[in-house]
């Protein structure tokens, strides 16, 4: 899939646009049940485009579309979100997803976004970081990727760093893809079949979660959402081929994001404490391992 000239040209098309508030209708219920919150919202520019990095929470959909709303609501602010190759597989999935302005998540898409003067949404993690196994919550699985800091140097980007948090305490995993390629056997079959391959390795293996009573209900967890200090890439243009320059920017956007998770966490043991009604905090454990504290 590649851009015409014209999509080029008008940055958050008006059709783009008008999904997006059918969008916002789409999302009433999960705004009433997951209540969420944001910090630095208000401290957006949304008249000058970015790159938006942020964290992956686990299954990747519970969150993402109040993030998108939020800014849509409070700043008219429309994201164009690259995505992983695998859901342009799936044929209703995938036209729902271009009617919403998201686009396969590589360079090319990427270059015609930033020259159409786009503001775009990007995780680096990817589907492993969707399909994190027990123990990863709230963590950056970035593997060694460079991309997404390679293209902003080279189109001058700037990049706002953003953390979600409370969507990986929605369920307890009772298996995950660690567990799967434990057994010799499976792994054996998967491997023969050609199914591993398929599954990159078992990245995109998805961990088996229960939510409120033991079911794929998730939990009525609050979501928090933070927006990060911009930074700005607009000096190191001619620095994109350079990898040390490359790594560098990376782990000052990594750092921004981890700084905003330990923040968001501290809020929401505080909130849990102070704001949510007993029925919340009963079906949301304080900690991740399913038990009250």
């Known amino acids: 899939m590649r851009f015409s000239a014209r999509s080029r040209r ?34 957006l520019d949304p008249a000058k485009p970015a790159l938006f990095v942020g964290n992956h929470t686990r299954y990747g959909l519970l969150d993402v579309p109040l993030m998108l709303d939020g800014l849509y609501q409070h700043h008219g602010l429309v994201l ?4 992983d190759r695998a859901h342009f597989a799936v044929p209703g999935w995938r036209s729902f997803l271009e009617r919403n302005g998201v686009v396969p998540g590589n360079a090319a898409n990427c270059d015609a976004l930033m ?12 589907a492993r ?42 369920y307890t995993v009772i298996a995950d893809g660690a567990d799967i390629l434990e057994r010799p056997r499976l792994k054996g079959y998967l491997k023969k079949t050609g199914m591993l391959d398929l599954l990159r390795g078992g990245d995109v293996l998805p961990p088996i979660g229960k939510g409120v009573a033991s079911t794929a209900i998730p939990r009525p967890e609050r979501f928090y959402f933070s927006f990060g200090e911009r930074i700005s890439t607009a000096g190191l243009m001619d620095r994109a081929g350079d990898e040390s320059t490359l790594w560098q920017v990376r782990e000052r956007v990594a750092e921004s994001i981890e700084r905003q998770l330990d923040h968001l966490g501290e809020m929401r043991g505080m909130d849990r404490r102070e704001n949510w009604g007993w029925v919340r905090r009963r079906l949301c454990p304080a900690g991740l391992d399913g038990d009250e504290a």
């Open 80 to 83: 164009r979100s690259l995505g």
């Open 129 to 170: 970081e969707v399909f994190r196994r027990r123990g990863e919550e709230h963590t950056l699985i970035w593997k060694k990727r460079l991309g997404f800091v390679r293209l902003a140097l080279r189109h001058g980007y700037d990049i706002v760093p953003f953390a979600s948090y409370g969507a990986d305490h929605c």
């Open 115 to 126: 020259e159409a003067g786009e503001s775009i949404l990007v995780f680096p993690g990817g």
């Open 10 to 43: 008008e940055p958050a098309s008006r059709k783009v646009r008008s999904y997006q508030e059918a969008a916002r209708r789409m999302t009433v219920p999960g705004r009433l049940y997951f209540r969420p919150e944001f910090v630095g919202l208000g401290d």
